[in-house]
C-alpha cells in the first residue's frame, strides 16, 4: 500500500473517529433533557465544538509521521486527493468527510496553497448527497381527525418521562391551528397530513419536533417546542406553544443561536427537508445549525466564490461608524460583512489581536441566547483586487496592512471573519419612527439582559455595536470587550465627599480592572435623545448595580436561565407561569 493510500485512509479513519464521538455527544442529549441536566446540556454543546479541532489535530499526527518528508508536496496531496476522493465516494456523508479532509490539509499547509486539485475546494460529488428525504420524515395522517393525528403524533414522540396532560396539549395546539390556518388551509381534507423530522431537536432547555402541515398543494411549516416541569418528584413534559411559518421557524434555527443536538447521522437529509421549510435561509447557516460548523463553513465558501463570480459590484467600507478594533467591509449585493482585526488599535482601546480572536472564540462556545451573530473564521482569504474600490483600499492600507498581501491580480486577506450583516442600531434609528424606536430599544434592553442572563456582560453597549436583523431583532456584534458576567464588579459611584471631588474633571474613587459602574450607561445615548427616553421608559433597572448583581447571584447558585426563540405571548396559557427555554 502506497504513502498516499495510507494517509488517505488515515485521515478517512481520523474523520470516522470524530463523526462517531460526535454522534455519541448527540445521542447523550435526550437523558440529559430527560434528568433535567441543563449545566452538562451545556457543557456538552461546548464539548461536540471542541471535538473537531482535537480530532483534526489528532488525526494531523498520524498524517504527519506517515507522510514524512511528502507532507508540504503538493503533488503528493493531489494524489491523495484522488485516492480519499475514491474511498468516499457514495458515503452518505462524503460532503462532511470531505471537509475534514480539507480541514487536515489546511493544518499541514496554514491555509495557503488552497486549489481543488489538492483539496475539496469543490466537491466532485456535487454540493449534496442524492439522498432520500423521504426516509427520514415521518408521517400522520387524519384519519381520526385533526386531533387524532395530532394525538398519534404526541405519542409517537414521547419521551422517557409521560407528557403533563396530553389531551391538553393535543386540544391546545387544534385551536392554534384552526385559528391560524383555517383561512389558509383546507384542515378538513382528507389527504391532509403532518409530516416531521423522525428525531427530536434538542437546545438548552428545550426539544423540539418540526415538521410541516401539508393540505393538497399547500403547506404550513410548524415546530412544537415541549418543556421539561423541572419537577424532580414527578417530571413531565408538555407542549408550550406551536409555531407556525418559515420565519419563526428561521428564528428558532437563527445564527444568533446556539447549535442544535439533533440525531441526523445523515445530516444532508435534514437539512434539505429544512430547506424546504425555510427556503431564505442559507445552507451553510442550516448545517451549523445542527451542529456541523465546519462544513457550513465549506459551504458558505463554496456559495461566496459562485456569488462574486456572477456579480461586477465593488466591496466597500461598511456603513456606520468605524470601529475601534475592526475594519469592516462587503459587497452591496450581498448579505455578509468582513471583519479583520486593526493592526493598531484606536485608543483607548489596548487589546492584543490575541486577546480578540479569544473573544470570537468564546462567543463560538457559548450560549448565544439568540443575541450574539455566529461567524466563520478564515486565513488567507482570496479576492479579485480590481473589485475594491479605491476607497476601501486606502481604508484597508491604513488600519490593517498587515493583513493584506497582493499577488498578480488576487488581493489576499491573512485573516479575518465572515458574519452575517444587519443594519446598525444606530443608523436604523435614524429613519425608524416612534413606534420603531420604541420597539427596537425595548428588544436592545432585552438583548442586554438575556446576554447577562447568559452570564455575558457585553461590555461597549453603544448603539453601533447592535444590528438589527430583517426580522427586526436586536444583535450584539462587537465582541472585542465581552467577558464572563461574573468576573465584572457591579459598583455604584460613591458620592463626592467634598465640593472639590464634586467639580473635578477625574474620578474621586478607585477603579479596578474589572469594576463597572451602571450609572454610567446612561452614556451610550448621549447622542440620541429620543432612543434614550424609549429605552429610560423600559429599561431603566439596567443602570441599578442591584440589578447585575442580582443577576450574578443566580448564576452563581446554579440557576439556568430561560431564552424564548419565539414570543412569551404566544405560549398556551397552561404554561405561562413555567419554564422555557
Not at 427616553?533 to 423600559?538: I, T
Request: with cysteine; glycine share 4%.
Amino acid at each position: 500500500m502506497d504513502k498516499q493510500t495510507r494517509l488517505a485512509r488515515t485521515i478517512l479513519n481520523g474523520f470516522a473517529a470524530y463523526f462517531a464521538e460526535f454522534e455519541n455527544i448527540t445521542l447523550a442529549a435526550r437523558t440529559r433533557f430527560e434528568n433535567a441536566e441543563w449545566q452538562l446540556m451545556h457543557a456538552a454543546s461546548t464539548r461536540r465544538i471542541a471535538l473537531y479541532k482535537e480530532k483534526v489535530l489528532e488525526t494531523l499526527e498520524f498524517a504527519t509521521y506517515i507522510a514524512g518528508d511528502e507532507l508540504t508536496n503538493f503533488d503528493f496531496w493531489t494524489q491523495t486527493r484522488a485516492v480519499y476522493a475514491d474511498l468516499v465516494r457514495g458515503m452518505t456523508n462524503f460532503e462532511i468527510a470531505e471537509t475534514f479532509y480539507n480541514s487536515i490539509y489546511n493544518a499541514v499547509f496554514s491555509h495557503r496553497r488552497i486549489r481543488d486539485e489538492h483539496a475539496f475546494v469543490f466537491s466532485p460529488q456535487g454540493d449534496m448527497p442524492p439522498v432520500d428525504v423521504s426516509k427520514v420524515v415521518m408521517r400522520f395522517t387524519r384519519r381520526r381527525g385533526l386531533a387524532g393525528a395530532l394525538e398519534d403524533l404526541l405519542t409517537h414522540y414521547q419521551l422517557s418521562i409521560p407528557y403533563e396532560d396530553k389531551a391538553r396539549d393535543v386540544a391546545s395546539i387544534v385551536a392554534a391551528v384552526e385559528k391560524q390556518l383555517g383561512n389558509d388551509l383546507d384542515l378538513a381534507n382528507p389527504s391532509l397530513e403532518i409530516q416531521v423530522l423522525e428525531h427530536h431537536f434538542y437546545r438548552n432547555k428545550a426539544v423540539y419536533i418540526v415538521g410541516r402541515i401539508v393540505s393538497g398543494r399547500n403547506q404550513m411549516p410548524i415546530v412544537l417546542p415541549l418543556l421539561h416541569n423541572n419537577d424532580d418528584a414527578s417530571p413531565a413534559v408538555y407542549i408550550d406553544t406551536i409555531l407556525f411559518g418559515s420565519d419563526r421557524v428561521s428564528l428558532l434555527f437563527s445564527f444568533t443561536r446556539t447549535y442544535f443536538m439533533v440525531d441526523a447521522s445523515i445530516p444532508s437529509q435534514y437539512v434539505l427537508f429544512l430547506q424546504q421549510l425555510m427556503p431564505k435561509k442559507d445552507t451553510s447557516e442550516i448545517y451549523s445549525a445542527i451542529g456541523h460548523h465546519r462544513h457550513g463553513k465549506t459551504f458558505y465558501y463554496r456559495t461566496a466564490y459562485r456569488h462574486m463570480r456572477a456579480t461586477e459590484d465593488e466591496f466597500i467600507v461598511a456603513p456606520g461608524i468605524k470601529g475601534m478594533v475592526m475594519t469592516v467591509f462587503t459587497l452591496p449585493s450581498y448579505e455578509f460583512v468582513f471583519k479583520i482585526i486593526k493592526d493598531r488599535f484606536t485608543p483607548p482601546k489596548d487589546m492584543t489581536h490575541e486577546a480578540v480572536k479569544s473573544k470570537y472564540d468564546l462567543v463560538k462556545r457559548w450560549d448565544r441566547a439568540g443575541r450574539m451573530a455566529d461567524t466563520q473564521e478564515f486565513s488567507n482569504l482570496v479576492f479579485d483586487r480590481a473589485r475594491f474600490s479605491e476607497e476601501l483600499m486606502a481604508e484597508l492600507l491604513n488600519t490593517c496592512p498587515s493583513q493584506i498581501h497582493t499577488s498578480g491580480t488576487a488581493l489576499i486577506i491573512k485573516h479575518c471573519y465572515v458574519e452575517r450583516r444587519m443594519t446598525p442600531l444606530n443608523l436604523y434609528l435614524q429613519e425608524a419612527t416612534d413606534e420603531e424606536v420604541e420597539a427596537v430599544m425595548d428588544d436592545y434592553g432585552k438583548a442586554i439582559k438575556e446576554l447577562a442572563a447568559a452570564n455575558i456582560f457585553p461590555g461597549d453597549m453603544l448603539l453601533k455595536n447592535f444590528g438589527v436583523t430583517r426580522h427586526g431583532r436586536v444583535v450584539f456584534y462587537d465582541y472585542d470587550e465581552i467577558q464572563p458576567l461574573l468576573e465584572c464588579k457591579f459598583r455604584r459611584i460613591p458620592p463626592p465627599r467634598d465640593e472639590f471631588e464634586e467639580m473635578s474633571g477625574q474620578p474621586w474613587y478607585s477603579v479596578g480592572p474589572n469594576d463597572v459602574f451602571p450609572e454610567e450607561f446612561r452614556l451610550f445615548f448621549s447622542g440620541n435623545q429620543r432612543a434614550r427616553k424609549a429605552f429610560d421608559a423600559l429599561h431603566s433597572d439596567i443602570y441599578d448595580a442591584d440589578f447585575w448583581t442580582g443577576l450574578q447571584a443566580r448564576i452563581e447558585s446554579g440557576h439556568v436561565e430561560d431564552f424564548f426563540p419565539y414570543p412569551k405571548r404566544i405560549r398556551f396559557s397552561h404554561s405561562q407561569t413555567a419554564e422555557a427555554s
